[in-house]
């Protein structure tokens, strides 16, 4: 036991490592870092986007000096923690060296080596999914109360951090139901449990109700603009492909529920994953949103397989190994920015990736590199060309001129690295900077970042003496390959900012009604 306790811990450190010895220095932090990195700049209970968890340990990368270790040490941190969870499942269940071994090739050879490198609320999801599941698997081996209210507790940090923990709580609640565990329903202190859930949830259901449930629209905006286009063949051929070097692990867990009778005292995640499953389907969630399902399932199936061959077909674990390791080790590069664009662009060619799906975007296009490593390329390229155009202006000119952005990971970056440039707050319509814009302004100059060459028939464009584009990104392999830096200048301050006030407030109605 001691030396399983020992791996266990030295494999969490090798997890938390891992990602910052493989990735090249060349990449700049993701666009959806750029947004969650300024919510901790102006902390709340609630988001548009999501639940305010992540926010706070973006305001402390903020008071830890913004460096790019400790933007990616919160992931790192939480990728290694979620592992530690896998590996006690696997001793609870009497797993051992090898099952520990076994358990832990997923978090290197598979999706979440990439899921744990990105400061994105999946981080959290995964985790919270793998504690609720650690404290039903506790329960059913040892029925304490200490673990439903750690249920409990995971359950309302859960929601917390991503509002479709809520998926696997209703999972885990249909698995209970209709398994022997029901009888857990007779429990006061599973409602105990969940008054504690509640209680941790209840700021951002308050500020939810207090905004009018901006989820929702945020909802309904990502099923119009991206997840209309995933097709529910495609999802499920995911589950496959994301941790294709060890998907035969946990297979082998979700058959060892079904099918052993040691194995079916936890059915519970059987009719837990199914209908986690089936809500994503529903809901044409990402492929990627499932994957707090499957450290549990690693879990019983690196048990299993470790149990199947302790006395027979022993070099069946060296196989598994070399198979995990083999094409693991092979995927490595699509799963992380190991190299720079042009020779992953090259590498990808001679594997002839680029014929495959594995570089298709949201868009359902192919394109040279995969759509996250093409979105950590030119943020500071363009905040450096903004800030010229800026900087450039008169003294005078700079308090009468504000910066726009078409998007959040414009708006973002810009402000992360406009500090150290002399950019004033920039300002987007985008999610929620536009909720942070001021309404009050006063204004006769305008640099646009990411729109497109102002319609001059427009009659407030009328208002504008000189329209310039003064620059543009040009690097063919970044996602904002083209943005273009606009300076609109010289226009009547008292039309231009009323024209603004109102347009401001009229989109932050739509969006806060």
């Known amino acids: 036991m001691k030396y399983n306790k020992s791996l266990l811990y030295i494999l969490a450190v090798v997890k938390f490592a891992l990602p910052f010895l493989l990735q090249s220095p060349y990449y700049q932090p993701h666009r959806d870092e750029f947004l969650y990195l300024a919510e901790g700049n102006h902390l709340a209970w609630g988001f548009l986007e999501v639940p305010p968890l992540l926010s706070l340990m973006a305001w402390c990368t903020h008071a830890l000096g913004d460096g790019l270790f400790w933007i990616k040490f919160w992931p790192s941190l939480f990728g290694a923690l979620t592992f530690i969870l896998t590996g006690e499942i696997v001793l609870l269940l009497g797993g051992s060296l090898f099952a520990l071994l076994l358990a832990f090739l997923p978090f290197i050879f598979g999706a979440y080596l990439r899921v744990h490198y990105l400061f994105q609320p999946n981080f959290l999801e995964i985790f919270f999914y793998t504690l609720i599941a650690y404290a039903i698997v506790q329960y059913i081996i040892n029925p304490k109360n200490k673990w439903l209210y750690l249920f409990g507790v995971a359950c309302g940090l859960g929601m917390l951090s991503k509002y479709s923990v809520a998926f696997f709580i209703i999972g885990v609640m249909v698995g ?46 990502l099923q119009e603009t991206q997840l209309q286009f995933i097709s529910p063949i495609d999802f499920l051929k995911d589950q496959l492909l994301m941790n294709l070097p060890c998907v035969f692990i946990w297979i082998t867990g979700l058959l060892f529920i079904i099918l052993t009778k040691k ?11 199914a209908t986690v499953i089936a809500l994503l389907l529903f809901f044409h969630g990402k492929n990627y949103y499932a994957l707090g399902l499957y450290p549990f399932l690693f879990a019983f199936g690196a048990y299993q397989l470790e149990r199947l061959t302790v006395k027979r077909v022993r070099i069946m674990r060296y196989v598994f190994i070399t198979v995990a390791f083999y094409f693991g080790v092979l995927f490595v590069p699509v799963l992380l920015p190991v190299l720079d664009p042009p020779a992953l662009v090259e590498l990808y060619h001679k594997r002839g990736w680029d014929e495959t799906d594995m570089l298709k975007w949201e868009d359902q296009k192919q394109h040279a590199l995969p759509q996250d490593f093409a979105d950590m390329m030119g943020w500071k390229e363009i905040a450096e060309k903004t800030a010229a155009v800026y900087n450039g202006l008169p003294d005078e000119e700079k308090n009468k001129t504000i910066i726009k952005c078409s998007d959040y990971g414009l708006c973002g970056a810009l402000n992360f690295y406009g500090k150290l440039l002399g950019l004033p707050e920039v300002y987007s319509y985008n999610g929620d900077f536009l909720n942070w814009m001021p309404t009050q302004l006063n204004v006769s100059n305008v640099i646009t970042v990411g729109e497109s060459v102002p319609d001059t028939a427009r009659p407030i464009i009328k208002q504008f003496s000189t329209i310039l584009v003064k620059d543009e990104l040009r690097d063919s392999l970044a996602r904002e390959n083209g943005t273009k830096v606009i300076l609109l200048e010289h226009a009547n301050s008292r039309v231009l900012s009323s024209f603004l006030e109102e347009e401001i407030t009229e989109k932050k109605k739509a969006l806060l009604p």
């Open 176 to 221: 209970l139901l209709v398994s022997q565990h029901r009888k857990i329903f007779l429990s006061k202190h599973l409602y105990f449990a969940a008054a504690i859930a509640l209680c941790l949830f209840l700021p951002n259901l308050l500020w939810q109700y207090n905004h009018h449930f901006p989820v929702a629209h945020h909802m309904k905006e």
């Open 263 to 273: 194995g079916r005292r936890f059915i519970v995640f059987f009719w837990a994953y």
